[in-house]
Each structure stands twice: as C-alpha cells, then as structure tokens.
C-alpha cells in the first residue's frame, strides 16, 4: 500500500486566498484525522471522520476551516479566506479504529500564508 | 497544565549512550503513542501501548498506567535516532471524545558522533 498520500506537499499563498488540502487515505481504513502542527502549539487535532462522516470538529478553529470527506478514498480541508496565523504543517492519518488501532500519518502539507 | 507532559524538552547525547525520554499525562487513556518525527517533517508511529512493555529493536517503550506515566528509551543511541520524539494519549473519555489523540509537545533529540 502507498500509505496515506497528501497533496499538495508544499503550498505558499496569499493571505485572503482560498486553500484546499487533500488527503487518500489508506484503503480499507474507515477513520481519517487531520492534525496541525506549529512550533507555539504542537500537533493539534482539527477534526476527525468515521466511514466519511465527521463525528468531532472541536479543534477546528475557527469557520473559516472546513472539512469534507465525499468518499472513503478522500477527504479535504479547506481554509477561506486563509490568515498568516494559519501557517503551519496539516497532517492526515488514518486508521483501521478509533480506540486501538495504530494511526498511520501522510507526509503532511507545509503551508505557507504571507 | 497541559494533559500530556514530556521530559526533558531537548536532549543532547554522545552516540553510543542510553537515552530515556519521558512522558507523563493527567487523563484517562485507552492507548498510549510514541512518535518519531525527522528533520524532514515525517512523522512515523513507533509504539501503541496500554499496558507493559514493547521492545522494537533498540527502541522500548514502558507504561506505567496507576503512575499515568510512560517512558522511551533508546539503548546504544546513533546519530541517526536524532529525531523529535513525541508522546500521544488516547482518550478513553466517551462519546465524540473517545479516540482523540492528545500531544505532548514533544522531546528534541540529538545524538552526536
């Protein structure tokens, strides 16, 4: 298996501009998380889905965060308008079960706001 | 407080030592992570534990649940382990909030030749 794929790797843009993070999940796993990572705040969960349904999104912060997962194969998160302060490095993992099992992590997204 | 706490913060070792890097957390857990993350930005699952110990090459990791604490060590360290070293609870709260990983803010290593 490829593991789970991110996508962009790398993304650099204007504040004001629209975002969108993308995530393959590793087939066959019916959990996937998204996480961010900064040096203030450590790796944080934003939100996380069950068989494509999100069950918690208390860590997202604020609305202009969204996130979606139209099939079991992908998910997105979208930030609109994006800020300075969003820059950081956004995870995804996914897993086989939300209490036992090993998470597996993508390479993550550096993003970049100027 | 935070709900996850990891010591020390940096680490700075000669190759060849024994390296101990600890964790201790203030909820009730399902599961515990260690993680490793490279300079890279990757970041790899090494142990998941809820009780005991597991021994992964020269990498072990303990947990100690009564005590709400665990420990990573590394025997015969090389400067190939220099990593950030991050420990990860799982809630065993309910409803939404089971399965949420929560981080320690992680433990900088870096093993010198």
């Known amino acids: 298996d490829a593991g789970v794929i991110q996508s962009p790797r790398h993304e650099v843009t204007e504040m004001g501009q629209e975002v969108t993070l993308r995530c393959k999940p590793i087939?066959?796993?019916?959990?996937l998380f998204w996480y961010r990572q900064t040096m203030m705040r450590g790796l944080e969960l934003l939100i996380y889905?069950?068989?494509?349904?999100?069950?918690?999104d208390s860590g997202m912060p604020e609305d202009r965060f969204s996130a979606k997962m139209p099939n079991a194969s992908f998910s997105t998160l979208k930030i609109q308008p994006s800020e300075p302060r969003d820059s950081a490095v956004y995870f995804c993992?996914?897993?086989?079960?939300?209490?036992?099992?090993?998470?597996?992590f993508g390479p993550g997204t550096r993003l970049l706001v100027l | 407080k935070n709900e996850v706490e990891q010591s020390p913060q940096n680490l700075t070792a000669q190759e060849g030592e024994f390296i101990t890097i600890n964790c201790s957390y203030s909820?009730?857990?399902?599961?515990l992570h260690w993680l490793q993350q490279h300079p890279g930005g990757g970041i790899v699952s090494l142990f998941m534990?809820?009780?005991g110990k597991k021994k992964h090459g020269r990498l072990i990791a303990t947990i100690n649940i009564q005590e709400k604490h665990s420990s990573l060590h590394i025997t015969a360290s090389h400067p190939r382990d220099s990593a950030v070293y991050i420990c990860?609870?799982?809630?065993?709260?309910?409803?939404?909030?089971?399965?949420?990983?929560?981080f320690g803010q992680g433990t900088i290593l870096t093993v010198h030749p």
């Open positions: 993992a996914s897993s086989l079960d939300r209490g036992s099992k090993t998470q597996y």
């Open positions: 087939s066959g796993h019916d959990y």
């Open positions: 889905f069950n068989n494509n349904v999100p069950i918690d």
């Open positions: 909820v009730g857990i399902s599961a």
């Open positions: 534990l809820s009780s």
């Open positions: 990860a609870v799982r809630s065993n709260a309910g409803g939404t909030s089971y399965g949420k990983l929560t």
